[in-house]
């Protein structure tokens, strides 16, 4: 019923940027909160950025200064602007919501199907 799709991978250069859109489409109520996640090749997923319905940010402390997270609420859509992109940021990026279904007052976790951040010379 709820679909996240994202788009804005790439490859890009250390020092370049790239922005990461995510829109959640479908039988939505409610989106209470909206984030990235990344999973390099040989590690585990990790928390990037959230945000929430209410406006709180989180920040892996790997990115602060360099990433913010954003929103457009009238579209449903989550953004990520990544500067100064490093080496190690590469990773399959994968967009989360927590959100409330039309007709359901349960909270579900939906992700996208993830889009590759490739930061190399």
């Known amino acids: 019923q709820v679909q996240l799709e994202e788009s804005g991978g790439g490859l890009v250069q250390p020092g370049g940027s790239l922005r990461l859109s995510c829109t959640a489409s479908?039988?939505?109520?409610?989106?209470?909160?909206m984030g990235w996640y990344r999973q390099a090749p040989g590690k585990q997923r990790e928390l990037v950025a959230s945000?929430?319905?209410?406006?709180?940010?989180n920040y892996a402390d790997s990115v602060k200064g360099r990433i913010t997270i954003s929103k457009d609420g009238a579209v449903n859509t989550v953004y990520l602007q990544m500067n100064a992109l490093k080496p190690e940021d590469t990773a399959v990026y994968y967009c989360?919501?927590?959100?409330?279904?039309?007709?359901?007052?349960?909270?579900?976790?939906?992700w996208g199907q993830g889009t590759q951040v490739t930061v190399s010379k």
């Open positions: 479908g039988s939505i109520f409610n989106i209470n909160a």
């Open positions: 989360h919501a927590v959100l409330l279904i039309i007709g359901d007052g349960h909270e579900y976790n939906y």
């Open positions: 945000l929430t319905a209410g406006g709180t940010t």
